[in-house]
Structure formats: structure tokens, C-alpha cells
């Protein structure tokens, strides 16, 4: 990750006061557009990437050179069209694209932070990334949209400002985090703790704990799959061989896959930035923020919500973010939702699922339309 | 454009707030949304029938009337709209409260068992009853609580529900369709 000198980067001089209770000042943004702003700087989409994502939705990524984590959604023609919106995406801070994270020198010490960056959560990665909008000059955004996480941070963000955006697309997410979404988090930090390369959160790049971190994403990757999609993609399927071998190499496709999918993940991204992103989910409650009423978080904001599920999705069932819905409507607000059938789990999301894109670009094309008319 | 959505359309009052239950395909929405008020939102069950919603650019909510109706707050709609599927529901009786709660007025349409080619059919051939807006055979309806334009009459009457009739007609022998303006 040698590169990161070259990403845009936003420097936030502003203090932030983080819910840890610590003050971060002076500290860098990355991020990336997509698509032009127009004139009245009415066309601006905030994109909000989740766990493993980063400011690269769209196009070839420059770091890992591979296509962007939304490239079906985001792009000319496509569901979130950059011939017609100027789309923003920001790195988390947390992350490791850089934008402010445990990687970072610290300059006291002149060593990366490692486990002495603050603890961050939700709501201060939607405050830092406000900060775009002062930047561009946007006075309103046309949407802010993302899917799990990034769906986290679009509900935090119409609560923390109300007026700042036209629509909101929450995905796949949920307004508190359930039991099981903090087991499963913990299995990864656990994973990565328990490689004797952590030391503490105080390791070298070059002696990283690459094994917790393959096998915490190994172990994430099945909750983002529904088990009808492992058994139809692999089944029982053999790795390169004709039968089993009687050891513990990788005799089924599936493992092989999973093994693939850990290897690659380690080579770009940050064991502590792992720790941090999903801790900051984990301390996600938007409803125990309002008191237990969820319906609060949304009482001073008009912006029109479309929410999307997915029907094979466990992580973040239908039924959570059916509870979105029905803490909009018990306020009246202006609220569109959908269960997209698809057998591709959590994940659906980020991939080729047409009704889901034409979901998004259908409601994102009809309120923009309908924005104009209102101004005319 | 079918007739019913011309009538139930020009009940409507201007830039009223509008919810269509059970609003299928979107069409009578799309006719609402394009002559008489914009604010106008669907709930519907059918997966099918959102994404057909959502291609006309129309407000929708996946979701089940009879379980989803008590999300929405008191009066929280100038109008509810339940055109012709008050019959297929479990327990239509809970649907008309919820209507009610939900709406100021509530605009019912059912298709008329009353109807005299409906009954025709069921004197001289003996089975039941096929017609255009019955379709279906027996044992494949969706149908669950058949009723006549008399009884829906004396249905409200019975539980106090006041029947804004103007400019309805609701002749048992002779209508296809009962349309209703009702509220508490």
C-alpha cells in the first residue's frame, strides 16, 4: 500500500470530538468522485462504503488495481448514473485507504497508532465525511446512499442532519446491531488477536498478523452468503483431485475458495483497521441513541427514504430493516421499501442483481425529476 | 384506463395525501400521481407487482395489509384507497378499522356478488359464478369473503360507518362494482 501518498485526500482542520470522548484535529480524508457536479450542485450522491470497502466505488481501483466495490451500481448508464450524478465516496476513518486510521504515524512516537487510535463509531465516521460537503460547496446532497455499513451511515447521517440530503437509499443494514452481528464480529477481532504477529496492535508491515486477519475474513465471508448459494456455487464439489485425500488441505472447492478469499484480503487491508471498523458497527444503536424510539432519529428530517432488503440475506434480515420502515411511516414520513429476491445473501448487494439496480435507479431518477419539477 | 379508476380518481380532492392498499400494479396510482395529487404512496404484496411500481417511478411499500396498515398513525391520509381486494383478505373486518384509522375517508370498491348476470349464472347453470371481475374458478380464488353491494350497506350501517355516497351508484341487481366513500 505504497501508493496511498497519491489518493485525494480532504485535511480536516476542524476539531472533531469523537463519542470516545477524545478530539481529533488536522487529520486526512480520503476520498474520490465520480461523475461532475453541475452548476446548481443539485446532482451530488454521498456514497457510504461498509466494512471492507473503500473510496473506490467505481472504475479500476489504484491500489489494488481490480474493479471498484460498486462498479454494478456506480457508473456511466448504470444504476447510479455518473453521467447524471456527482458521486462522492469517502474512506472511513478507521480505515486504511488513507483516510485517518490506526496505520497512520503517530507523531509522537513516530510509529503507526496501532491500538492507541481513539475508538471510533458510526456517527463520527458521518461526521467526519460531512465535512465533503462544506468542501464541494454543496448545500444539499441530492442522496446519500450505501449498502450494510454504508447503510448504517446514511440512517446516522439524515439523523444528524436533517436537511442535508433530498432522498436516502438505506441497504441491507439494520438500525441497531443484534447479538448475533457482535458474535460474529468478535470471531474476526478474536482471529486477529489470537495471531502472535498482533503483538498488541504494535506490528511492522512487513511482520503483519496476515493469518487472523485471512481467517476472520474467511469466517465473514460465509455470513455474507446465503447457504443456498455455497450449495448451489460449490456443493460438495472436489479442489483439483478426483477423492478425498484424508488430510486437511483444501480437498473441496469451498475451502480452497475461502482460503483465496483470506490470502487476498490480507494484501490490502489492515489487521487494526478490522478491529476498528467493526467494533465501530458493533456500538451501532441509532434506536437506544433516541431513547429506544427510532422514530426520533428521523422527526426533523423530510428526506425521502427508499429502503432495500434482500430475501437470502441472514446478516441483516428483512425484518430489521423492515423496522426502518415502520419507524418512518409511524411518523408519516415518505417512505418506499422492497424485499429484492436474490439467493446471493448479504452480498446481493454488491453484485449483478438487475431488480435491485433498477430499484435504485428508478427511484433515484423519478425524485430527481420530481426535485426539478418543485423547483420549476 | 378502466372506468373504475376514472371514478375512484375524481373522488379524490386535490394535492391530498394518498395511500392505495394493495395497489397492485400502479396503475390507478399512476393515473392518481399524473391528474390529481402526487403525494400519493402504494402498499403492496405482490414482489412482482413493487418492481412494476417502481418502474412507473411510483412510491411503494412492500408490504402486507393486514399486518402492515398499523404502522402508519392515526389519520395519517386524506385518503385510503382498497380497490377490489377487501374480499381476498383473511379478516376484511380488521382491514375497514385499519382503513378508517389510517385514512380520514377510505375510498372500498368489491366486486358486486350481487350482480344480476352473477346471479343468473348461479339460478340456471348452478356453479359458481364467472364473470369479468370474477375470473377465477372455485378452488382457485383469491376470493375468501365474497359480498354483495347490499351487504357491505348494511355492513356499515351495522357498525356506524358512515357511507358518503355522492355521485355513487350502488344498484345490487345492476352493478359490476360497488364504490364506497366511507368513514367513521
Redesign the interface.
Request: proline share 2%; no cysteine; glycine share 10%.
Given at each position: 500500500m505504497n501508493n496511498l501518498n497519491k489518493v485525494k485526500k480532504l485535511i480536516i482542520n476542524k476539531p472533531l470530538k469523537l463519542d470516545c470522548g477524545k478530539t481529533i484535529s488536522n487529520f486526512p480524508l480520503a476520498y474520490e468522485t465520480y461523475g461532475e457536479l453541475n452548476e446548481k450542485k443539485d446532482n451530488a450522491i454521498l456514497a457510504f462504503h461498509a466494512l471492507t470497502g473503500d473510496q473506490f466505488a467505481s472504475g479500476i481501483n489504484p491500489i489494488t488495481n481490480k474493479e471498484g466495490w460498486w462498479s454494478y451500481a456506480v457508473g456511466p448508464n448504470k444504476a447510479i448514473d455518473t453521467k447524471k450524478y456527482f458521486v462522492i465516496c469517502a474512506n472511513v476513518i478507521g480505515g486504511c485507504m488513507g483516510s485517518y486510521g490506526p496505520s497512520n504515524i503517530n507523531k509522537k512516537t513516530n510509529k503507526s497508532f496501532g491500538t492507541e487510535f481513539p475508538v471510533i463509531t458510526i456517527n463520527d465516521m458521518v461526521n467526519a465525511q460531512y465535512h465533503l460537503l462544506e468542501f464541494f460547496k454543496i448545500e444539499k446532497l441530492f442522496s446519500v446512499v450505501g449498502g450494510s455499513m454504508g447503510g448504517m451511515q446514511v440512517l446516522q447521517f439524515v439523523s444528524n442532519f436533517p436537511d442535508k440530503s433530498f432522498t436516502a437509499i438505506p441497504i441491507a443494514c439494520t438500525a441497531s446491531h443484534s447479538a448475533q452481528n457482535i458474535a460474529l464480529n468478535e470471531l474476526g477481532r478474536q482471529s486477529i488477536m489470537a495471531d502472535h504477529n498482533w503483538s498488541n496492535g504494535f506490528y511492522q508491515e512487513n511482520k503483519s498478523p496476515n493469518k487472523g486477519l485471512a481467517v476472520a475474513r474467511m469466517a465473514a465471508h460465509i455470513t455474507y452468503l446465503s447457504k443456498k448459494g455455497l450449495q448451489e456455487k460449490f456443493g460438495r464439489k472436489l479442489q483439483e483431485r478426483d477423492d478425498l485425500k484424508f488430510g486437511f488441505d483444501a480437498d473441496f472447492q469451498i475451502e480452497s475458495y475461502l482460503r483465496y478469499q483470506g490470502s487476498v484480503f490480507v494484501d490490502r487491508f489492515d489487521a487494526n483497521s478490522y478491529l476498528y471498523i467493526t467494533r465501530a458497527m458493533d456500538y451501532f444503536d441509532l434506536t437506544k441513541q433516541f431513547n429506544g424510539n427510532l422514530s426520533k432519529a428521523f422527526e426533523k428530517s423530510n428526506t425521502k427514504f427508499f429502503i432495500i432488503s434482500f430475501t437470502s440475506d441472514w446478516l441483516y434480515p428483512t425484518s430489521e430493516n423492515?423496522e426502518i420502515?415502520?419507524a418512518l411511516?409511524?411518523?408519516?414520513k415518505?417512505?418506499?421499501?422492497?424485499?429484492i429476491?436474490s439467493d446471493k445473501g448479504h452480498d446481493s448487494f454488491l453484485l449483478d442483481v438487475p431488480?435491485f439496480l433498477?430499484?435504485v435507479k428508478?427511484?433515484l431518477?423519478?425524485s430527481y425529476?420530481?426535485i426539478n419539477e418543485k423547483r420549476i | 384506463m378502466k372506468k373504475e379508476f376514472n371514478i375512484i380518481a375524481n373522488l379524490i380532492k386535490e394535492n391530498s395525501k394518498v395511500l392505495d392498499v394493495g395497489c397492485g400494479d400502479g396503475e390507478l396510482m399512476k393515473y392518481i400521481t399524473e391528474n390529481i395529487t402526487?403525494d400519493i404512496?402504494g402498499l403492496e404484496i405482490s414482489?412482482s407487482n413493487?418492481?412494476k411500481c417502481?418502474?412507473k417511478?411510483?412510491?411503494?411499500?412492500?408490504?402486507d395489509a393486514e399486518k402492515d396498515l398499523k404502522?402508519?398513525?392515526l389519520s395519517?391520509f386524506d385518503y385510503v384507497i382498497l380497490s377490489q381486494t377487501l374480499q381476498a383478505f383473511l379478516d376484511p373486518e380488521n382491514v375497514i378499522n385499519e382503513l378508517l384509522r389510517v385514512g380520514k375517508k377510505a375510498i372500498v370498491t368489491i366486486p358486486n356478488f350481487g350482480y344480476w348476470k352473477v346471479r343468473i349464472h348461479l339460478l340456471f347453470q348452478g356453479t359458481m359464478p364467472i364473470t369479468k371481475n370474477l375470473p377465477n374458478e372455485w378452488y382457485n380464488t383469491p376470493n375468501l369473503h365474497m359480498c354483495t353491494i347490499k351487504d357491505f350497506v348494511n355492513y356499515c350501517n351495522k357498525k356506524n360507518i358512515k357511507i358518503n355516497s355522492t355521485n355513487l351508484n350502488y344498484n345490487n341487481l345492476f352493478s359490476q362494482l360497488g364504490i364506497f366513500v366511507i368513514e367513521k
Open positions: 423492515r420502515v415502520i411511516n409511524s411518523l408519516g415518505d417512505v418506499g421499501f422492497a424485499e429476491t431488480d433498477n430499484t428508478n427511484f431518477n423519478t425529476k420530481k | 402526487s404512496r414482489k413493487v418492481q417502481i418502474e417511478g411510483l412510491t411503494v411499500i412492500e408490504g404502522q402508519f398513525p395519517s
